[in-house]
């Protein structure tokens, strides 16, 4: 007969996660350190008729309080950061490294490592170093061996990083412009340059070559997974406007040890291009349609194309109301799982974002587990960071529990 412990029902395999899956939230140098004036996006903001609405300024000042979000994240429960180097600190003028700069990455490691959280390290999170945009960026040839030699010069800290994404969202960094003459990021990122995505998926191959001398960590790069799906008749036109915007990216990871997968909505394929959100349909702050399933769509085209392991190296939601943060995220996980049921070999999920950020113009959308006062710097972990903390803790998705999270801050979502 059946002990009573025995008789009590199993939690249903869909929200039971493996031992040792990744629980993590994500942040980018340039969104979280404050001033990093020697980069191209500084240029753009601090730019006399800048077009952005917002300076990145101090930012959260992560520089200095590293420590302090890093054991907050590790008290909330979970048991990964990923967080960017920015080379614009570490090579500010070209070939002048700073051993210090390389330093302060280095004491980043050692901290996730001393307070039990597993490294994600990205070596490039969207800026660049300005001389290197003044040079013409990514569309030059000698990019990809700056890339590499910038790479070579951090493999010092390197050997203690558990996992390394060489570049986070290659088909998005290769759309985007620069001024000539100063180097400042232009407005309206477009698709793919050509020359661009060849020379970044070039510095990839180097740097992953350079990285695979001096390290095990696997080493990957991160896609943002546009979760394209075509309109009824737009068929035939689906698979001419993903390749090179996406999986093009995920057949180069296939000579890597992981792919970083980051979803956080679908895109509608219409046979001109893109469709607007359908009518209504819930949207975000950033205007994007509410789809929080987009995530194991991208998990399951990542490991179909790439068939490598995948890393969630982001997911989440810009809203003001953070149960709807709590909403998404498990309908994301939700979707996470049943694709790992159905074969995808997924190692891991780092939410984006840990705090609230820079949003590559405005500190407006709100996308982070934990608050941070605009004066004072002080951090406020969300509901939405205590019950994906406890997920993490137990790797068993439990439901929102609503009497647990009772902080509704604000009630808007969409579009405001
Ligand atoms: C980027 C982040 C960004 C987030 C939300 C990703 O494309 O890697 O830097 O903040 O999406 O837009």
């Not at 986070?168 to 698709?191: C, F, K, Y």
């Amino acid at each position: 007969m059946d002990s009573p412990q025995r008789r009590v029902a199993a939690p249903p395999e869909a929200a039971v996660f493996p031992d040792g899956f990744l629980w993590g939230a994500a942040t980018s140098a340039h969104q979280v350190e404050g001033n990093n004036v020697a980069s191209d996006w500084w240029a753009r903001e601090n730019a006399p008729r800048s077009d952005l609405p917002e300076r990145s300024g101090d930012g959260a000042d992560s520089f200095h309080r590293f420590g302090e979000d890093i054991a907050l994240l590790a008290e909330l429960g979970f048991t990964s950061y990923r967080f960017s180097v920015e080379w614009a600190r570490v090579e500010p003028a070209p070939g002048a490294f700073s051993i210090a700069m390389r330093a302060h990455y280095g004491r980043m490691i050692s901290a996730c490592a001393a307070h039990g959280l597993t490294a994600v390290v990205t070596l490039h999170h969207f800026t660049n170093p300005l001389w290197f945009a003044r040079e013409g960026a990514w569309r030059r040839p000698e990019a990809p061996a700056a890339f590499a030699r910038y790479v070579a010069f951090l493999t010092p800290i390197l050997q203690s990083a558990p996992w390394i994404c060489t570049i986070n969202e290659p088909n998005l960094l290769a759309g985007v412009p620069h001024d000539r003459a100063t180097g400042a990021v232009l407005p309206s990122l477009a698709a793919p340059h050509p020359q661009a995505a060849a020379n970044i998926v070039a510095a990839h191959r180097l740097a992953r070559a350079v990285l695979r001398q001096a390290t095990d960590a696997p080493v990957g790069w991160s896609v943002a997974a546009q979760v394209h799906q075509a309109a009824p008749g737009a068929e035939p036109f689906l698979d001419a406007y993903r390749r090179p915007r996406e999986d093009r990216y995920w057949e180069v990871a296939r000579e890597d040890d992981f792919v970083g997968v980051q979803a956080y909505s679908r895109t509608i394929i219409g046979p001109d291009g893109p469709l607007p959100v359908p009518a209504g349909m819930e949207t975000t702050q950033m205007g994007w349609e509410y789809y929080p399933q987009a995530l194991g769509a991208a998990a399951r085209r990542a490991h179909e194309v790439a068939g490598r392991p995948v890393l969630v190296t982001e997911n989440g939601i810009a809203t003001a109301d953070d149960r709807r943060r709590i909403d998404y995220t498990f309908a994301a996980l939700t979707s996470l799982r049943q694709a790992m049921s159905d074969g995808v070999d997924a190692r891991g999920y780092l939410h984006w974002s840990a705090l609230d950020n820079y949003e590559w113009g405005s500190y407006r959308p709100t996308f982070g587990l934990i608050a941070w006062d605009p004066a004072t710097f002080e951090r406020t972990a969300k509901p939405s960071a205590r019950w994906l903390g406890a997920v993490a803790r137990t790797g068993r998705l439990a439901p929102p529990d609503r009497a647990a999270t009772p902080d509704r801050t604000d009630s808007r979502i969409g579009g405001e």
